[in-house]
C-alpha cells in the first residue's frame, strides 16, 4: 500500500511558542513581540545601506509612521497603528523588493494581505485599511523610500526622484531624519515596542 504524503509544513513557530499558520493565519497566534523581533532583523534594501548594522524594516515602520503623522497631524491614534503596522507580514515573510514581488505576481500580494488582516484583528483594528488611510500610508512610504534610497542606499538624487518621485517634505523634516540612523537589532525591536505601546 502507497504511503500518504503529508502535507508540507506551513506554520512557523515563533520564539513566544505561538504556531502562525501562513496560509490561515489566525489572530491568535500574532503577538506582538514576535512582530517587533522579526522586523528588526530584516533587512531593508537586502542589506545594501550605509552603516554598522542593516536599517530594518522595523526602523523603516516607524519612520513612515512619523513621515505620515507629520502629514497629518490629526490623524488619530488608530490610524498610525495601522501604519505602523503597514509592513508588519514582513516578520514571518522578509522584506522582498518591489521587482521581485511584481514577478511573484498577484497570489503574493492576496497572502500579504490575509496575514495583514489578520495582525490587523489581532490589535484591535479594521481587517482592510481604508482607501484614505491606504494613500496616505502609500505617500508616506514613498517619502521613506525616497529618504533611506538617497540617505542609506547609494541612490543619487536623480535616481530616487525617478524610482519613487521626488517628495513634498513635511516643514520639519528633521523629525524624520534622525530615524535614518541603523540600529543595532536589540534597539530597533524596543524601538519599535515602546511605539506600538505609546499607540496601542
Not at 533587512?43 to 505620515?68: D, I, Y
Not at 498577484?106 to 494613500?135: M, N, Q, V, W
Not at 514613498?142 to 529618504?147: E, F, G, M, P, T
Amino acid at each position: 500500500m502507497a504511503r500518504v504524503k503529508a502535507p508540507p509544513r506551513a506554520w512557523q513557530r515563533m520564539l513566544s511558542g505561538r504556531r502562525l499558520d501562513l496560509l490561515d493565519p489566525s489572530p491568535l497566534d500574532i503577538e506582538i513581540e514576535d512582530i517587533a523581533h522579526g522586523l528588526a532583523r530584516v533587512a531593508r534594501w537586502n542589506g545594501q545601506t550605509k552603516g554598522p548594522h542593516a536599517f530594518s524594516v522595523a526602523q523603516h515602520s516607524l519612520l513612515v509612521e512619523s513621515l505620515a503623522f507629520m502629514l497629518e497631524p490629526a490623524l488619530a491614534r488608530g490610524a498610525r497603528l495601522a501604519t505602523l503596522l503597514h509592513d508588519a507580514p514582513e516578520y514571518v515573510i522578509g522584506d522582498m523588493i518591489s521587482p521581485f514581488k511584481a514577478a511573484l505576481g498577484l497570489d503574493y500580494k492576496a497572502f500579504e494581505l490575509r496575514l495583514l488582516g489578520a495582525i490587523h484583528i489581532r490589535f484591535g483594528l479594521p481587517a482592510k485599511t481604508s482607501e484614505k488611510l491606504g494613500g496616505l500610508i502609500k505617500k508616506a512610504d514613498r517619502i521613506a523610500a525616497y529618504l533611506e534610497a538617497t540617505e542609506l542606499a547609494g541612490f543619487s538624487l536623480e535616481e530616487a526622484a525617478r524610482f519613487f518621485g521626488k517628495p513634498a517634505f513635511p516643514k520639519d523634516a528633521k523629525a524624520p531624519m534622525r530615524l535614518l540612523k541603523p540600529l543595532a537589532p536589540d534597539d530597533a525591536e524596543a524601538a519599535y515596542l515602546k511605539k506600538f505601546k505609546q499607540l496601542a
